[in-house]
């Protein structure tokens, strides 16, 4: 066995009431002077965390939006820099958190966290920012948080179907994460352990979103998730939807929801310790069967073409898929590809089919 990892350095506070630990977490990272960012739709959570901050929160940004379009990050940049923020408080999903860090690259500025999904961006390097119609993205040891703190209970609200999408969205990352060249003994616990917590969680989660035990399982899954995210490079599906994504405007968590169990039939039997993990995990004996199954019978999109696919986008998307070389446990062919895109397209995995 050989392989190489490097811990990020990152601080992680979890627990139900968390949230009231975080103007001690801006005190310990020395931080006076906090700009808080949420969505629109976030706005009254953002209130009530300026306010927990009190004199350490200069201002409000309450405008990010999904992928982190370049004229909102930098009109985020304009207040932080109008408010003399010494650091930013990024408070919601992956679209918040992203906000966060496009600032983070631009000024330097360290970044709290708070997630309220399971997308895991909060454990990432890894930064985002779409101007004209692409989404350019990087590493960065700068845009990863300095302290996160997860608070199950501000997931008690994340819609159902929000949270079972997102939750199959952290587990994606844990999938490719197992196969990754990158791939060491602490990853592959974190990633097995984060896909059982999720399994776990999710139907229990849909039977009663206010199940406070199954929020804390599911976010720990999706810390665990995040965290192999940012540990390891992501192969064929984070590349597929990256551009399902960035060029045909897909919904990001349902995206990941309805390819995963495609792209893990055609890559798992190529990996199979990833499929042994991911079998244990799952108690199952077929891991993208399982997948398509659990994720459909949650009350998940069951195809590509249900959430805005068409069948004449399919060759472009094989195009871009097999321009650029990258990790992947088998060859990535136009053949391959074209043919597992065009069987999630028609969602041919899930049940009624
Ligand atoms: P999101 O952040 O866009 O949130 C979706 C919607 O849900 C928003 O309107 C938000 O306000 C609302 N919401 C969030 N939490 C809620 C809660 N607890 N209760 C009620 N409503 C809530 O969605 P997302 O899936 O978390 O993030 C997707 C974005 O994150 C994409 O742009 C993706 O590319 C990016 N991402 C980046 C990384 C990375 O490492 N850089 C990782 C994962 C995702």
Redesign the pocket.
Known sequence: MSFTYEALPMRVVFGAGSLAQVPQEAERLGLRRLLVL?????RGLAERIAALLGDACVGRFTD?R???PADIAAAAVKTARETRADGCLAV???????LG?AIALETGLPVISV???????E??P???LTENGR?R?GRDRAVLPRSVVYDPE??????VG?SV??GF?AIA?AVEALYAPDISPIVSLMAEEGVRSLAAALPAVVKDPHDLPARTEALRGAWLC?AC??ATTMSLHHKLCHIL?GTFDLP??ETHTVLLPYVAAFNLPAAPEADQALRRALATTDVSLHLARTSVGLGAPRSLAEIGLAEEHVDEIVGQAVGQPYANPRPVTAEAVRSLLTDALHGTLAPGS
């Open positions: 949420s969505t629109p739709t976030r990010a999904m992928h982190v919601g999903g992956g679209s918040t958190i992203g860090k997630p309220t999904t399971y997308a895991g961006s454990m990432t890894v930064w985002g989404k993205t501000l997931t008690l609200r994340l819609p929000a999408t997102s969205n990352h995040g995210l940012g994504g990001h968590a």
